[in-house]
């Protein structure tokens, strides 16, 4: 792949990586009106602020910026690619993204990573970096602050995050939730890592503690043979069939009801099993975006445990779909991955006992 690096201001206390993807943030309208992305070169034209911050920058882009709809698993893998060759070379990394699967990637990213210790922030915009009333330039220059804050020496951000409307979240807790307001991201399930006001504060408690003597060991291998198996009332028999019989799929996200309940039908608990009998996992997260899977808690759930299907907590179903491509590439193990499925990776979850 051929990216195109620019450096775009060379003197600075600390060194920040951008890593342009694409997304609504550098998109400009074509002849028809839709918006598609342009090269990065024009963004900074329109930031010129970049220049007078006090880091030292350098944009990596992708050969062809991507609405991030387009995004496939080999984008993640180029993603965690470019940051394992410049890890040395530079502070913090900011990854400028689509919206719509940043949640995706940054869960993805944060897996990806293992014994990462310096911080990988996702940012994009609503609005496109030149209209009058974009985000796109709070956002960037906010997250290439928290990119290079520290103290001492030491990051005060050691993990994958995503910043965006003044907060910042944790990338594998991260989820899309609002296409047409700035305030799109939101993290229900843990807290906020900091807000930007005035000043940016940081919530110490919530962040990862950053760990001197972690090394960054980049896992690529993926296995895109997943599926998210979303339930609603009147859902057939056959259209269950269809995707749990598909001898391709080796994973599958069950989006359950409220704190993981399904409907009690005989043929449904029976599809479940046969799928699970056939060597398939299945992992139960919820619908709801707060809140957490109980396996049990009711009726309707009951016979999940008995049957096999996994609970996934209070995982998000980005976190979880992207988990399971990350632990189906690598995990041979039956039993280890299943471990490692109910249990924090990255932070993307309270761990589940069973
Ligand atoms: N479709 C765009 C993308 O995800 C939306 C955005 O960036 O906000 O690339």
Redesign the pocket.
């Known amino acids: 792949m051929k990216y195109k690096i620019v450096n775009i201001n060379e003197t600075g206390e600390r060194s920040v990586l951008i890593i342009y993807t694409?997304?609504?943030?550098g998109m400009i309208q074509d002849e028809s009106g839709s918006l598609a992305p342009f090269n990065f070169g024009k963004v900074v034209e329109r930031v010129p602020e970049l220049r007078q911050l006090d880091i030292r920058l350098t944009v990596i882009s992708f050969p062809t910026p991507l609405?991030?709809?387009n995004i496939l698993i080999q984008d993640w893998k180029d993603m965690a690619y470019i940051i394992e060759e410049n890890y040395e070379q530079y502070d913090a990394f900011v990854v400028l993204h689509?919206?719509?699967?940043m949640a995706y990637s940054a869960s993805m990213l944060s897996y990806m990573l293992e014994g990462l210790n310096k911080p990988v922030i996702f940012t994009?915009?609503?609005m496109p970096i030149g209209s009058i009333r974009s985000d796109a330039r709070e956002n960037l220059i906010t997250a290439l602050e928290i990119a290079s804050a520290h103290t001492d020496g030491i990051p005060i951000v050691s993990e994958v995050c995503v910043y965006f409307n003044y907060r910042l979240l944790r990338g594998s807790r991260s989820q899309k939730l609002r296409s047409s307001t700035f305030a799109a991201f939101e993290s229900e399930n843990y807290p906020v890592l900091a807000e930007a006001g005035i000043e940016i504060e940081f919530n110490y408690a919530a962040l990862e503690p950053y760990n001197p003597n972690s090394e960054l060991k980049v896992q690529n291998q993926l296995d895109p043979n997943v599926i998210i198996l979303k339930i609603f009332p009147g859902i057939t028999e056959h259209a269950v069939k269809a995707i749990l019989s598909d001898p391709e799929v080796k994973g599958v996200v069950l989006e359950s009801f409220g704190s993981g309940n399904i409907m009690k039908f005989d043929w449904f608990i029976n599809c479940l099993k046969q799928a699970i009998e056939e060597g398939k996992i299945i992992l139960n997260v919820s619908q709801c975006v707060g809140g957490e899977v109980e396996q049990g808690k009711y009726e309707t759930s009951k016979g999940l445990n008995r049957i096999g299907v996994l609970s996934g907590g209070d995982i998000t179903t980005e976190a979880a779909i992207t988990k399971m491509m990350f632990l189906l590439g690598r995990e041979t193990d039956k039993d280890r991955l299943k471990h490692q499925l109910t249990h924090s990776l990255a932070g993307e979850m309270d761990s589940v006992w069973e």
């Open positions: 694409g997304g609504t943030f609405d991030s709809s689509g919206t719509d699967t994009g915009a609503q």
